[in-house]
């Protein structure tokens, strides 16, 4: 009888096989955590591992455009040098008339939402006084159009004002605009200096 109660409950065990079945155990639950903590080591190790990974490509891909920064640099220079000469050409001395600056300026207000209210050309060189209205977004874009190439326009005098208009403020521009380095060119004349 004593056989089948020690064969069958771990209560009934002598201590040595009851110490043994502890150890067993426990042994098993360290085993399975230090399984699960490596486990998780090693995920940990793969991410850092790939990210490792990631940040020497994006290193390499920097060193790269780095290294090509120089040959952009001239080709840029080149290319601005190119444009630079193809604006003289294009924009010649006996092209520079005052319809031109009109055209270039009225074609920029309409695109920038304004109004062009006057023109008056100045004698003696391609220069102009303008009148305009509109809004402040549409006159700073009006500004930065027609100072960038080809025929840059340089503003010598600016005034703005504001005034009401059904409840929405209006701006209004009164400014001297002159493209630079330009003389005015009428019909082939050209003035001759005295002796």
Known sequence: MSQ???RTHPAHWPRLARLALCLLVALSCAGSGLLLAVSDLEDSRQ??????QDLRAQYQAALTQRAQQPALRSRESALLMQLTAQQAQL???DQLQPDLLHTKLARRASECGLTLESFKPLSGKLAATIALRGSHAGLLRFVELVSSLP?????ERLDINVSEQD???ILQLHATVSAPGAALVSGGD???SAP
């Open 47 to 52: 991410a850092a591992r790939q990210r490792q």
């Open 190 to 192: 050209t003035k001759e």
């Open 91 to 93: 924009w010649s001395a």
């Open 151 to 155: 025929l840059p326009v340089l503003f």
């Open 4 to 6: 089948v109660r020690w």
């Open 167 to 169: 409840d929405q403020a």
